[in-house]
């Protein structure tokens, strides 16, 4: 049996001269390059002690070295467990805690704090890699060969754990197998037209499923090539339209991209396709984009546990509001929330997906896993929406209440846990409003205890360092009581409303 994933990414190869990977100001890589580096990579973790479905947690900024150490674990038959810079100390002992990894690969910055968790958790080996390539991991390159013998991994195989957000409990871990990657990199190539002429211009981050697996993995699957900024800036991006064709970005790339001078139909006239996901795409959004540039941004749908679900069509009408059909060899259907049974098209329900995409299910959750899936095999989506005639799905809100901001999960009941340890406050209620720039605003609803002086600034001074900065409130809000139904729960419905246009300009 080969490597399920990797065989698949291998037989899709241009010739080794071919650049894989520009780094803006660094050397370039050629999938010659990726071959041999990620051969040594794979043995040198390998080495480490990371055997066949030990996880490999990392913790590191984006660089192309972070790249090579996924596809070097997708190799070594290693499940790959990207985590977000921004989490702090007391989040990453969760993951860690939880994941069980067998390597832990960090930023040279934060190697201490980390050793005093891996020790806590038994962990057997840390190493760092840094950003412009240094770092313990690169050093141990330098002992070991570019051949390696690819370890074999069936379809069903875990190739990844992401760690999403809920409204209750802790994150859980996505259990990615080889052919959820596989199957929706095809699918995405063939519904986006990749070919080895295309350059993707490739501003995400690589710890989400939109920077890592669907840029990643489709440019792979296609041969094509990447232009790796380490963040996205509107001048550069512009800057370096005329060398690409393909922009993936959030809806907050497209305002900001709007808001700079530069931008018009004489710079992106080399650009086939924008494409637009993580979060909603605001109509207006949409309509200004295409009268300033003459293009369509093509917006699309998907979940970490499910990778990209709908796309509007490539050729086809682009309707803003929108997700588009499902994408080819995956099932989408709305159900009666109360019923389970499938409504008409137009009709307002859940959104329920079944298809190779579709994750193997929670780590170590069984029975969370057990109950987001229908008998059928349908996975329960948690988002509202409908299918109209046409087959385009439209989302209309989320049965939960996870908040977006920035193409980012953020769960509003890890917030309030921490902001109900402050002294002083009584309660707190966190929800996400209409936001231009970051799609959604984290904001916080708290309730203080009689005669006490606490203000905005004092509860976010007292949330720094407890939680990553996009998990922290832009806006805090006082009130003498939280809304509340008759059976005692906290209405946010009410909370959303009443504090929509806090962000408005």
């Given at each position: ?9 291998r ?7 071919k ?6 100001g ?6 010659g ?10 043995n ?5 002690g990371?055997k066949?479905g030990?996880?490999?947690?990392v913790?590191?900024?984006k660089?192309v070295?972070?790249?090579?150490l ?10 790959f467990v990207?985590l ?22 960090v ?5 201490t ?14 190493d ?17 060969k570019?051949?390696?013998?690819d ?6 195989d ?9 409204t ?7 259990m ?10 095809r ?36 041969g ?6 380490p963040r ?31 931008l ?9 396709l924008?494409v637009?996901?993580s979060a909603?795409?605001l109509?207006?959004?949409f309509r200004?984009?295409?009268?300033r540039?003459?293009q ?10 499910t ?5 509007n069509?490539?050729?086809?009408p682009?309707v803003?509001?929108?997700v ?9 259907r709305?159900?009666?929330?109360d019923t389970?049974?499938?409504v ?8 329920e ?11 170590r959750m069984?029975?969370k896993t ?7 095999g ?11 005639r ?14 977006i901001?920035?193409?980012l999960n ?16 009584v ?8 936001h ?5 605003g984290?904001?916080a ?13 004092a ?9 990553a ?7 805090v ?8 139904n008759?059976m ?5 419905a009410?909370?959303?409303d009443?504090?929509?246009a806090?962000?408005e300009?």
């Open positions: 049996m080969a490597n399920h994933l990797f065989g698949s990414i037989q899709a190869m241009p010739e080794p001269e650049i894989f990977i520009d780094p803006v660094r050397r370039r890589l050629t999938y390059d990726l071959l041999g580096w990620s051969g040594r990579m794979a040198a973790i390998v080495a480490r990371v066949p030990d996880r490999v947690a913790q590191v900024e660089s070295e972070a790249i090579v996924y596809i070097a674990c997708v190799r070594a038959g290693a499940v990207p977000n810079p921004a989490y702090t100390l007391v989040e990453l002992d969760y993951f860690i805690a939880d994941s069980e990894p067998a390597l832990i690969v930023s040279p910055d934060n190697a704090g980390i050793e005093a968790i891996a020790l806590a958790h038994s962990v057997r080996a840390v760092t890699l840094g950003v412009d390539g240094t770092g313990t991991l690169m050093e141990r390159l330098d002992h070991h570019a051949v390696f013998a370890v074999a991994r069936g379809p069903d875990l190739a990844a754990i992401l760690y999403t957000s809920g209750t409990g802790r994150s859980k871990g996505a990615i197998t080889h052919e959820n990657l596989a199957s929706n990199a699918a995405l190539v063939e519904a986006w037209r990749f070919t080895r002429d295309d350059v993707l211009i490739h501003a995400l981050p690589i710890f989400h499923t939109h920077g890592l697996f669907v840029a990643i993995n489709t440019v792979l699957f296609s094509a090539a990447i232009i790796f900024l996205f800036d509107a001048g550069e991006v512009i800057h370096l339209m005329p060398r690409a064709t393909v922009l993936m970005g959030v809806p907050t790339f497209y305002v900001r991209l709007l808001a700079h001078a530069g018009n139909r004489d710079v992106v006239r080399h650009i086939r924008f637009s996901g909603p795409l109509p207006e959004t200004a984009f295409a009268e540039t003459g369509i941004i093509l917006e699309r749908y998907g979940m970490t546990e990778n990209m679900i709908t796309s069509p490539y050729d086809r682009r803003a509001g929108t588009g059909p499902a994408l080819p060899g995956i099932s989408v709305v159900v009666d929330r389970a049974m499938p008409e098209p137009g009709t307002i329900g859940m959104i997906v079944k298809g190779p995409n579709v994750f193997k299910g929670y780590w069984p029975e057990e109950a987001e899936f229908r008998p059928d349908y996975f329960v989506t948690g988002d509202l929406g409908l299918i109209d046409a087959g385009y799905v439209q989302i209309v809100g989320r049965d939960k209440d996870l908040v901001s920035g193409g953020v769960y509003p009941k890890e917030v309030e846990t921490e902001i109900d340890q402050i002294p002083g406050v309660e707190s209620a966190v929800i996400g409003v209409p231009p720039d970051f799609g959604e984290v904001t609803v708290v309730v203080r205890a009689p005669a006490v002086l606490l203000d905005e600034a509860v976010l001074d007292a949330l720094e360092g407890r939680l900065r996009f998990k922290q409130p832009k806006r809000f006082f009130v003498e009581d939280l809304p509340r008759a005692g729960k906290v209405q946010k009410v909370l959303r009443t504090y929509k806090i962000y300009v």
